[in-house]
Every structure is written in structure tokens, then in C-alpha cells.
């Protein structure tokens, strides 16, 4: 080896020397001494990715398990053009799958630099499990969750629903308990390498709901109502059924009402639930609370008289009996059985307003119930002093003009009567079931006591005696009914409408153990504008099937069971 | 000087004069064992990168598979709970003639001996609450497991004494008992 050649190999390993020491420093270094923390995040977005989880959103069952709202799959199908190889059997394939045209899907195809073409939105499941199966290249199938009310219209003012683009629900049981629904969204670090594969975390699956509704009560009112309103010529209307003892709903609806499948449709009036949006004057229904306070503050006893004129003066204004009559020495039950303005009237002035608003307020009125539904307003309750109450406003009250409440709050205050004088308030979910299976049950809640037993029980005697006295129409054979009728005018602009009415009937029975109250209204009905001959006939319709459905034998089998056999 | 012909370093020295390649061989040897080392841990390592590999596309798939048998069983419940549906069953029930029965067209009977329970006084019914009390958590959730070998011997030694206990008493009708007879003086009642 001469000695230029061994000099040129020196200065070569010199210079690949110092390149390797410089090298291992610098490996070194990235090791121990420079901020590591932009090169390990440059690697975890190399293999690692958050993907957020939208959990699945609880189901709503009615109290037997009946399923009432789930979630159910539909696709969004699209096409990516630069993916199709083989564009002439990618577009027969899908057009079999789909139902569209070939000439259709050859055309979405065409221009290779389009990235995506959205072809059904949404697809129904069969339809989108069809494309699924063909695994063809470039067919984007993308599932979408919806919310599925499998029982259509059934309850579903009751039950809300869930916007379409969005795990978000509106009105009813799906927008009160929206939070409990639908769950916590979290994050999953998706990771390329199996072993770091997580379920992810801060998710949490939406818990399920059981409702206090029996779907079979709840078909039953529904149909009852819809046959009511057919009879009666009447244009809208609302059915509550509620345990006065819980306060358990066990059947609400509305007329007209709306498919939540297909929310968008509907008249967005339609997605607010009558029976606890909306206000009405209760008319005589009122004075079955009017007689409960004046009971309560022993004004008088059930065998008190008054002397009916049939007109009375008060505050400017001439307060009539609906028949325009003088009825002479009326005894109480005879006020509620011929449901006399002026008794009520002369009942109310006798109080005074301070124990008559106290005792009315007693019964809720004038405040929302609390019910766990979305969308309750409390009603008007003017007291002396407050704007829109006169002189006048203490009679008028009294048979139940000039307030107004929702029909929630009207049947929660004649439960009170039937409820041994305690108010309770109306719920609408009697179970909860977490995602971890933990259960949590929901029992009745007292509100107060509106009145004494002893005259809740004197009471209750006195609206199912004044039911049997006057042959109502709302009379069930075989069971003791307690009730009373409402015939209210309609509150326009101008004063109030011309004939036309609210007629309704709030009954309860077997009066001496009450398993069940219903409110039936009967807005605008044009066969009669009575609510003894609109309401109180559909009540006993209902009420004949509903105690089959409770099961509830007639009066004297029952206490001859009770005796012992 | 005489030469030793047992000195091993002049031996060695000779040896490696005579036949240089041993010493070449030595080093080869080294190389090749590092390098088959080398492509040992190589391959090892390609194995299981490749595996793990494998194993992770088919967790992929997994989870695909299950993502769709989710929204198949999903869509099924739908379906079954359309088919299951109040109106539609009672539609199918008055087309096969049948109608909701009324009070009038049910006969009970009254059992003697069958007493239904009456009717409770409603305070001792009703829950009173606040009405934004919490409602009473009924915790349901599966209990975890917990049992220690100690206390799984534990419970089998109480068992089979347990057992022992009852056959003594069946076939020698008296308690065993590892405590001593009570003398007759302490039972006897004066």
C-alpha cells in the first residue's frame, strides 16, 4: 500500500468517524436532552387517533316493559367515482340493491374528481345491509342511528322526540330526561397497534326509562277519545288517567297529535302536549274545589241550604245558573248534582277571597304540578290585589271562570278529593335502569294536604250522590263513581266566544277504595255543548273497558271478597 | 540458548506461520455468528411484528362484524317491537273478530277463603318526599368477586361439619358437641 493510498483511507475513516460520532450524539441527544414531547406526539398521530363515541341513547318502556321508543339503523349511501374500477357492474349491482336507475349511478360515476357523491339519505335498514353485502369497491355505507317510536302516534305528545340530525330530544319524556338519555359522549383512542387497543373513556351509555304508562290503558283512552270527538263533533280534545293515590300517568293524550317517526311533517303545534301546554277555563269542575274549601272551613255540612234566586250581584256583574233558573232552598249536593254558578258563587263570598285563594292554591292551581314532562306552564290564578282580579273574579272563580289551568292540574286536584286530601304530584317514570344496571325506582311524591280526610271522604260521597241523583251519563253499573261535569265558555279577544264550549267530566271511582281518575275535555263539540252530554257519556264508555284492563271487579263483589268470601 | 521445542508461544508463532487462515477463520466465525444473530433477532422480530400485525386486522374486522351485528340486532328489536305494537295488534285482533271487553261482559267470582287486600291508609302508602328530594338509589349492579381461598376453605369446612352435625343428629339422635357434658348439677332445677 503506498503511502498517498493509506493517507487518503486515513482522512476517509477520519471523515466517516467524526459522521458517526456526530450521528450517535445526535441520537443521544433526541434521547435524553431535547424536549421529547413534539417527536412522541408526532408518533401518536402516527398511530393513534380520538375518535368521539356518541353512546347509544336509553330506551323508553311503558310500566309492563312494552317497548315505546329505541333506536333503530338507517344508512347514508354514497359513492367515491375515483374508487370504481369496474364501473358497468358496480352500477347494475347497486342499482339492484337500491332501486336506482344504472343510468343514474353511471352518471354520479362520471367525473373521477368528485370525492363523494351522497346517494339515499336516509336508506332504510334492509336497503343499506343489501349494499353492505355486495362489498364493492368505492360504496360508502355509512349507518346512521334514529330514534324509532315503533307504536306510531300512540303517546307521542307524551313521549317528545329526537331531532334526526342530532342525539337532542324535544318535548315530553324525551326532552326532560334528555340528559339521562342520551348519555355522555366521550373519546376512544383508536390505536393501530392492537394491544393498545381501549373502550375508550368519559362515555356513558344512556340509562333506559320505564314509564308509568300502560300502552294498553293508553290505546284504550286514545281510541276513546277519537270516538268522542267523532260523536261529538267536537275539534280537539284531551284524556288523563292518572292513580289519585301515586300519581302515577298511566294514560295522556291529545287530539290531533302527530307521528314522532316523522316529527318533521307536523305541524310544530302539534309537538307541544295540550294536557300540560295549554290553559283552559275549567268551568264547573271548579266547584267541586270550591265545595272542598267550604267544607274544609265548615261553612257549611252537606245537609246545608241556601236559597237560590238564580241571579246574584257581585262586583258589577250578574252571575247566572247555566239554566237561567231560581232553584229555591238547594241543599250542597243538590248545588253539585245541578251545578248552580250562584251556589258556588254564594260559597266562594261566604269564604271570602283570603280562604278561598289559600284553599284553591291548596289544590295546585295556579302553579305548575312538577310532573317530569317538558313543556308544563302553571296556569292563571289572579288573587286580590294582583293585575286581572276584580270584585268579580272571587264568584266567577268559584264555578271556574275567569282562571284558568291545564287539564293536568285540574285532574291533580280533584286526585287530592279522591286521594284522602293529599296532593300528589303526577309523574311519568316510575323506574330508571343506568347503563351499569343499577336501578333506581321513583315513588309518589306528597305535595301537601289540600283538606281533611274526613272531608275528602264527605266529599267524594257528595259528587257520587249527586252523580246518581241527577242519572248522569257518566254512571258505570256495578261501580260507585264519583265526579263532576265542566261546561266552560271560550275566552276570546272580545269576551268570550259564542257558542261554543269546553265540555269535560273529571270522575273517579270505586269511591270507596279509588284505583283511577280520568279527565275527558271535549273542546268546541257541536252535538251538544254540555259536558253531561259530551264528556261524562265518554267517560263511562272508557271507564266500562278501563276496569277490565285494572281489573277491578263491580262494588259488591269486590267488598263481598274483602269480607272474606 | 537451546530451543524448547514445548515452548507453546514459540509453538503458537510456528503454528501461525505454517497456517495463517486460522486466525482468519476465528474472526470469520465471530462475524457469522453475529450476523446470524443478528438476522435471528431479525426474523424473530418479523414474525412478530407480522403476527401482530395479522392480529390487529382481525380485531379490525372483529370489531366491524360486531358494529354490524349491533345494528342488526338493533334494527331486529325495532322490528320485533313494530310487530309487537298495541295498535297493530289490536287491529289484527278486531279483524279476527274479537273486541275490547267491557265491565258487562265479565264474570267474576268470588273465592271463599280468597281475601284481595283492602285498601291501606294512604300515609302508610305514601312516601312522603320533598318534591326535589333524590330518589332512594336501589343499587341492583352486579356484586364483585371477592372470595379469598381462606374464606372459600372456611366455607367448606362449615359445610362438612355442618354436614357431620346432621348426621350425627339422624342416626344417633343427639348434638354432638366438642364442649363437655353440663353436669347434672348445674341443669338440675332446684
Redesign the interface.
Known amino acids: 500500500m503506498t503511502d498517498g493510498l493509506r493517507r487518503r483511507l486515513n482522512f476517509i475513516g477520519l471523515i466517516l468517524g467524526i459522521l458517526t460520532v456526530l450521528i450517535a450524539w445526535r441520537l443521544v441527544s433526541l434521547q435524553f436532552y431535547v424536549d421529547t414531547g413534539y417527536f412522541a406526539q408526532q408518533a401518536n398521530l402516527e398511530y393513534h387517533k380520538q375518535v368521539s363515541i356518541t353512546p347509544p341513547r336509553g330506551e323508553l318502556y311503558d310500566r309492563n316493559g312494552v317497548l315505546l321508543a329505541t333506536n333503530a339503523i338507517e344508512y347514508e349511501i354514497g359513492l367515491s367515482p375515483r374508487l370504481i374500477l369496474d364501473r358497468e357492474s358496480t352500477a347494475e349491482k347497486l342499482s339492484e340493491a337500491t332501486g336506482l336507475s344504472k343510468d343514474e349511478l353511471m352518471e354520479a360515476m362520471a367525473d373521477p374528481d368528485v370525492l363523494y357523491v351522497l346517494l339515499v339519505r336516509p336508506a332504510p335498514a334492509a336497503m343499506g345491509q343489501r349494499v353492505l353485502a355486495l362489498k364493492l369497491d368505492g360504496i360508502v355505507v355509512t349507518p346512521l342511528t334514529r330514534r324509532y317510536y315503533p307504536h306510531g302516534t300512540l303517546a307521542s305528545q307524551v313521549l317528545g322526540f329526537v331531532r334526526f340530525d342530532s342525539n337532542e330530544g324535544f318535548y315530553g319524556i324525551e326532552g326532560y330526561y334528555n340528559d339521562v338519555l342520551a348519555g355522555e359522549v366521550g373519546t376512544e383512542d383508536q390505536s393501530r397497534i392492537p394491544f393498545d387497543a381501549t373502550r375508550g373513556e368519559g362515555w356513558r351509555n344512556g340509562s333506559d326509562l320505564y314509564l308509568t304508562l300502560d300502552s294498553e290503558i293508553q290505546y284504550l283512552a286514545e281510541s276513546t277519545l277519537d270516538e268522542a270527538l267523532k260523536s261529538t263533533g267536537a275539534q280537539t280534545g284531551t284524556i288523563i288517567v292518572m292513580n289519585p293515590r301515586t300519581g302515577e300517568i298511566m294514560a295522556m293524550a291529545s287530539r290531533p297529535t302527530y307521528d314522532p317517526n316523522r316529527y318533521f311533517d307536523a305541524d310544530p303545534v302539534l309537538w307541544n302536549d295540550p294536557a300540560i301546554s295549554a290553559q283552559y277555563e275549567p268551568g264547573s269542575t271548579a266547584k267541586a274545589m270550591t265545595m272542598a274549601i267550604a267544607l274544609e272551613d265548615h261553612t257549611v255540612n252537606p245537609d246545608s241550604t241556601y236559597e237560590d234566586r238564580g241571579v246574584l250581584d257581585i262586583g258589577g256583574i250578574e252571575v247566572y245558573n247555566w239554566d237561567r233558573a231560581a232553584h229555591g232552598v238547594t241543599s250542597m249536593t243538590q248545588l253539585l248534582a245541578k251545578s248552580l254558578n250562584v251556589g258556588a258563587a254564594t260559597l266562594a263570598i261566604g269564604l271570602g277571597p283570603t280562604r278561598y285563594y289559600d284553599g284553591v292554591q291548596g289544590f295546585g292551581i295556579g302553579q305548575p304540578t312538577g310532573i317530569d314532562l317538558a313543556g308544563e306552564i302553571g296556569g292563571t290564578l289572579a288573587r286580590p290585589g294582583q293585575t286581572g282580579w276584580t270584585d268579580a273574579s272571587l264568584a266567577s272563580n268559584a264555578f271556574g271562570q275567569g282562571m284558568a289551568t291545564t287539564p293536568l292540574q285540574m285532574i291533580t286536584a280533584v286526585a287530592a278529593i279522591a286521594n284522602d286530601g293529599l296532593l300528589v304530584q303526577p309523574h311519568m317514570v316510575t323506574r330508571r335502569v343506568d347503563a351499569d344496571q343499577s336501578v333506581t325506582n321513583f315513588g309518589p311524591t306528597v305535595i301537601g294536604r289540600a283538606i281533611s280526610v274526613d272531608t275528602a271522604h264527605t266529599l267524594s260521597d257528595m259528587l257520587a250522590n249527586a252523580l246518581q241523583s241527577e242519572s248522569s251519563g257518566a254512571l258505570v253499573p256495578g261501580y260507585r263513581i264519583a265526579g263532576k261535569t265542566g261546561t266552560a265558555q271560550i275566552p276570546g279577544p272580545g269576551g268570550y266566544e259564542e257558542n261554543t264550549t269546553i265540555a269535560s267530566f273529571i270522575g273517579y271511582g270505586p269511591v270507596d277504595d279509588p284505583r283511577f281518575i280520568v279527565l275527558i275535555k271535549l273542546d268546541r263539540p257541536t252535538s251538544s255543548p254540555w259536558g253531561s252530554e259530551t264528556a261524562a257519556p265518554a267517560f263511562s264508555q272508557f271507564v266500562k273497558r278501563l276496569v277490565v284492563l285494572l281489573e277491578i271487579p263491580p262494588d259488591t263483589i269486590r267488598q263481598a271478597a274483602q269480607a272474606g268470601g | 540458548m537451546i530451543n524448547d521445542p514445548l515452548d507453546h508461544n514459540s509453538l503458537q508463532d510456528r503454528l501461525l506461520r505454517q497456517a495463517p487462515w486460522r486466525t482468519q477463520t476465528q474472526g470469520t466465525s465471530l462475524v457469522l455468528a453475529a450476523v446470524i444473530m443478528v438476522a435471528v433477532i431479525g426474523a424473530l422480530y418479523l414474525a412478530q411484528a407480522s403476527r401482530?400485525a395479522g392480529?390487529?386486522r382481525r380485531?379490525q374486522d372483529l370489531e366491524v362484524q360486531r358494529?354490524?351485528l349491533e345494528?342488526?340486532n338493533?334494527?331486529l328489536?325495532?322490528e320485533i317491537?313494530?310487530l309487537?305494537?298495541?295498535?297493530r295488534l289490536?287491529g289484527q285482533a278486531q279483524a279476527m273478530g274479537y273486541h275490547?271487553?267491557?265491565?258487562?261482559?265479565?264474570d267474576?267470582l268470588?273465592?271463599?277463603?280468597?281475601?284481595?287486600p283492602?285498601?291501606q291508609?294512604?300515609e302508610e302508602?305514601?312516601?312522603?318526599?320533598?318534591?326535589d328530594?333524590t330518589?332512594?338509589?336501589?343499587?341492583?349492579?352486579?356484586q364483585a368477586y371477592d372470595e379469598t381461598l381462606e374464606s372459600y376453605l372456611t366455607e367448606k369446612f362449615t359445610g362438612i361439619r355442618e354436614g357431620l352435625a346432621a348426621f350425627w343428629t339422624s342416626t344417633f339422635g343427639t348434638t354432638p358437641t366438642s364442649a363437655p357434658p353440663a353436669s347434672p348439677t348445674a341443669t338440675r332445677v332446684p
Open positions: 401482530t392480529a390487529g380485531l358494529e354490524q345494528q342488526q338493533a334494527q328489536r325495532a317491537a313494530a309487537r305494537s298495541v295498535p289490536i275490547q271487553a267491557s265491565a258487562d261482559e265479565v267474576y268470588v273465592v271463599r277463603g280468597v281475601v284481595p283492602t285498601p291508609p294512604i302508602k305514601v312516601k312522603f318526599t320533598e318534591p328530594a330518589p332512594v338509589q336501589e343499587d341492583n349492579s352486579v
